[in-house]
């Protein structure tokens, strides 16, 4: 009986292994599957570009519905020492008091011609705020992708293996808990704990004071914030790993293996994770907002210079081309992450048909 | 919703730093050498003197016609010549004033200072086209010229009425005419690539950090320190707790905030006096404010030293009139409202307002009830209105708040108090005191004494002061105003403002601090004039 299971078992691993498709099929599914995917693409972009247009112009109206007047942030302390007259003439000056449909088209008229416009907060061009600022915003939230996706591995493997355990317990409350801190809280005791109290690392910014700026500099400061943003977006990265490997160690495959008496190591790699990491690449790139606003609020307490502090400065004082141009470009991250994930998710699974 | 979170997060994050503040190590050297970096809460950039940087001519980027020569901030500073050969010369009425300029100054590019660049300036920010923040404080210039004398070469400003106080409006930033080439000044070059006169200039300029560097042919001589850098630190927070640990030489923080660095080995806390006041303006057209024995009343019934002692953590003192003991022989000491709450409820009572049925006074069908509009953002400025109208509530008057900004109060500025601020120009006693004090006149701002409420005989000692050249007469006249302003007071003025910075020790000889305005920051307290330390 044992012996027929496992010959069956070998029988079909065999055959699926082995079965060398004829050169003729295997092309033929190539292109079947480079056609699904250039249809996928397209399809995407075709929803993308009218909800980027449709979302920019809900701006527009949204930010002249706005109880703000951008006088006041424009003013600032100065707002009571003009006089109505003098700020009509700003209006005018600054084009603040032309209606939303005019702002957008002067605004989507520029940007398709290459020019972002000026930012009236910062005082300089859109483009190079987002020169400066933007590369820092996508190291930051690249390394605490990095830091988050090693840590939930590791916990969840650990936890997984061990069901039941102190350890399991104690990895399941960890990430509770830090589901349940806000990121800024976390943010403020790492910088007591890591900057204050030990000393090991700044506290703040991604430069040096003084001196110059070299990469180990850059990753000296990258260490603390990287590793809140990391652990704030751990949580449920961890729980639905946790439950892919529960899962997969459950599988016949798996169950399988080790009745054949293949090494734990062997087996975890081998079979427990490929099944288990395939939907983590769609729930990456389906929580990507929940990332960027993670790193919205480690870059306020860390001082990063990122784009996350452009967007609130941008936003209070109704900075239209650059709130606009932030505001699209994450949306058009977000989809592009879902886009890229669903493409890495038929990169993996060869099962995976596309609905047309 | 954002507000609400950022004070949550303020508070979680004042808890931590206080209990954390005893357990830090000892502060390290920072900076070696003739270098200073200090932590600022305010944006980097803008550095175009069109918008209004270096407006009362502190900047070590620029210079101004006229510059700040503090003894202190015991008193007001004077102004000496800086890009003027001497003192501004004015014609008999004050409503001409002539310039010699220096001769032999160039700017940061090399290119030659003269009076093209402050004519140029000048009309800049006079442009509507530049939409200029700061072009009401200079409505009086009627024309800029420049002329080339035997001598040298001389900048002639005509005013559209006579104002003795013009010179503390040549401290104004000079740029060079080549930069200024019209168009709004917030798309200006000059905001992240200024060009100036002044003793450092820009080396760098990032979202986090501006360096400026000894400019070694600076007229009046190289700085001895040689490089200035600040980075900018939105959170308190975050600021105590790098300059505790050692990063920075300096910054500014709140008097509370300040104050945890007085027990701090190795630090110590610089204030500086400021005219920048805080007061309740009344409504107009409410009944009970119309009444002056009423406004009279409500200013002997609050606590100001109270308000100092809580709200501003003791960095600040209390004020009855917009001139503060900076001005010299022109602050009359005895200008004071004593508190005395029994005084204001028997003038009330003489006034004929007596308790209603609920305890807040009535007379006929008026209640002695009005609205304090304060602006939500400004942590300092709701305390006091809260402060303010638990003292009314003390003598029967119901004061409600009301957190408004300031495009929502204008409208109703005739119907709201108003917790306003002033003295963003302290250097000119007519500019602290005129429009604030002075009956509305046509073109004026609304919130120029948005109560409206004067009397003929101030109005008369206001003008005729702002036209008077001879100081003595100037100040008997100011003196004057504070007599009449007692006997009618028309706000309820509360406290002027101390600005606190913890400050590392060092072995430099610094200048003193002085008055400051309202706007403040690494620019100001005991870095306001960084290049003449020395050691």
């Known amino acids: 009986m044992e012996r027929g299971l496992l010959d069956t078992l070998t029988t079909v691993q065999t055959a699926h292994g082995s079965q060398t498709p004829s050169p003729d099929l295997a092309t033929a599914r190539r292109r079947r599957r480079a056609r699904e995917v250039r249809g996928l693409i397209g399809r995407r972009i075709a929803v993308a570009l009218p909800l980027l247009v449709l979302i920019s112009m809900g701006l527009f109206v949204l930010a002249q519905a706005s109880p703000f007047d951008p006088l006041v942030g424009y003013l600032g302390d100065r707002y009571p020492l003009t006089t109505p007259e003098q700020r009509q003439s700003m209006r005018e000056v600054l084009r603040l008091d032309q209606p939303w449909w005019a702002g957008w088209l002067a605004w989507a008229s520029d940007l398709v011609s290459g020019d972002l416009g000026h930012s009236r907060s910062y005082a300089m061009p859109v483009s190079a705020v987002l020169a400066e600022r933007l590369p820092a915003t996508l190291l930051l939230s690249a390394a605490g992708l990095a830091v988050a996706l090693l840590l939930s591995l590791l916990g969840a493997l650990i936890a997984a293996l061990n069901p039941g355990s102190v350890l399991d317990r104690a990895t399941h409350a960890l990430a509770t808990f830090l589901q349940a801190v806000p990121p800024f809280v976390l943010a403020l005791a790492a910088v007591t704990v890591g900057a204050i109290t030990l000393g090991w690392f700044p506290a703040g910014g991604a430069t040096p004071v003084v001196g110059p700026t070299t990469a180990l500099t850059t990753v000296h400061h990258l260490i603390l914030p990287a590793l809140v943003l990391g652990l704030s977006q751990m949580p449920w990265l961890l729980l639905s790993l946790h439950a892919e490997i529960t899962t997969a160690l459950a599988s016949d495959p798996v169950r399988a293996a080790l009745a054949r008496g293949l090494p734990w190591p062997g087996v975890v790699v081998g079979h427990v994770l490929p099944p288990a990491l395939a939907p983590l690449v769609t729930l990456v790139g389906v929580r990507l907002p929940e990332l960027i606003v993670g790193a919205a609020l480690v870059e306020e307490v860390f001082a990063w210079p990122g784009v996350a502090a452009a967007m609130v400065t941008s936003a209070r004082t109704l900075d239209m081309p650059l709130l606009a141009i932030l505001t699209v470009a994450s949306t058009a991250t977000v989809l592009l992450g879902s886009l890229l994930s669903d493409l890495g998710y038929l990169a993996l699974d060869p099962r995976v048909r596309i609905d047309d | ?535």
């Open chain 2, 1 to 535: 919703m954002l507000s609400r979170f950022s004070r949550r997060a303020c508070l979680a994050g004042a808890l931590l730093t206080l209990s954390l503040m005893g357990c830090t190590a000892q502060p390290l050297p920072a900076t070696s050498g003739s270098e200073i970096v200090l932590a600022d809460a305010y944006e980097l950039g803008g550095y175009n003197p069109v918008s209004g940087y270096g407006e009362l001519g502190v900047s070590p980027l620029y210079d101004g016609l006229m510059r700040l020569d503090s003894a202190g901030d015991e008193a007001l500073p004077a102004f000496a010549p800086a890009l003027a050969m001497e003192a501004p010369i004015p014609n008999a009425d004050s409503s001409v004033w002539s310039v010699p300029l220096r001769q032999g100054v160039t700017f940061h590019d090399g290119t030659p200072f003269d009076g093209a660049d402050v004519v140029a300036t000048y009309n800049a920010v006079l442009d509507p086209g530049s939409a200029s923040e700061i072009a009401s404080a200079f409505a009086m210039i009627a024309e800029v010229s420049s002329s080339r004398t035997a001598t040298g070469e001389t900048v002639t400003f005509t005013l559209a009425y006579p104002y003795a106080d013009f010179p503390s409006r040549l401290l104004l930033a000079i740029a060079p005419s080549e930069r200024l080439t019209g168009g709004p000044a917030a798309e200006s070059s000059l905001n992240r690539e200024p060009v100036g006169t002044g003793p450092y200039r820009l080396s760098e300029l990032t979202a986090d950090r501006a360096v400026f560097t000894a400019n070694p042919h600076y007229w009046a001589g190289p700085p001895q320190v040689s490089k200035v850098t600040t980075v900018y630190l939105p959170d308190d927070n975050s600021r105590v707790q790098r300059v505790a640990a050692g990063e920075f030489d300096g910054t500014i923080l709140p008097p509370a905030l300040a104050r945890t660095f007085t027990s701090k080995p190795g630090f110590g806390i610089e204030s500086a006096h400021s005219a920048d006041w805080r007061g309740v303006s009344l409504p107009a057209d409410v009944a009970f404010t119309r009444d002056p024995q009423v406004r009279l009343a409500l200013n002997h019934a609050v606590d100001r030293q109270a308000m100092v002692d809580t709200v501003l953590a003791g960095y600040g003192e209390v004020a009855h009139t917009p001139v503060s003991a900076v001005y010299g022989d022109a602050f009359d000491p005895a200008a004071v409202f004593p508190y005395d709450v029994d005084k204001a409820r028997s003038l009330l009572a003489g006034a004929g307002w007596s308790p209603g049925p609920d305890g807040v006074l009535v007379k006929g069908t008026d209640r002695a009830a009005f609205t304090v509009a304060f602006r939500p953002t400004d942590s300092v400025r709701r305390d006091l209105a809260t402060a303010f109208a638990a003292d009314m509530l003390r003598v029967g008057v119901e004061v409600t708040l009301a957190g408004l900004d300031f495009d929502k109060i204008e409208p109703r500025v005739r119907d709201l108090g108003i917790l306003l601020g002033g003295g963003d120009k302290p250097f000119s006693l007519d500019t602290q005191v005129y429009a604030a004090l002075h009956s509305p006149l046509p073109g004026t701002a609304l919130w120029d004494n948005p109560g409206q409420f004067s009397t003929p005989a101030r109005d008369a000692a206001l003008d005729q002061a702002r036209r008077t050249l001879d100081p003595e007469r100037r100040t008997s006249l100011y003196r004057q105003v504070q007599a009449d302003y007692l006997t009618d007071p028309s706000y309820v003025f509360l406290v002027f403002l101390e600005h606190t910075y913890a400050v590392r020790d060092s072995t430099w000889q610094r200048a003193p601090v002085t008055i400051e305005p309202h706007s403040h920051g690494v620019n100001w307290g005991p870095w306001w004039n960084v290049a003449s330390w020395t050691r």
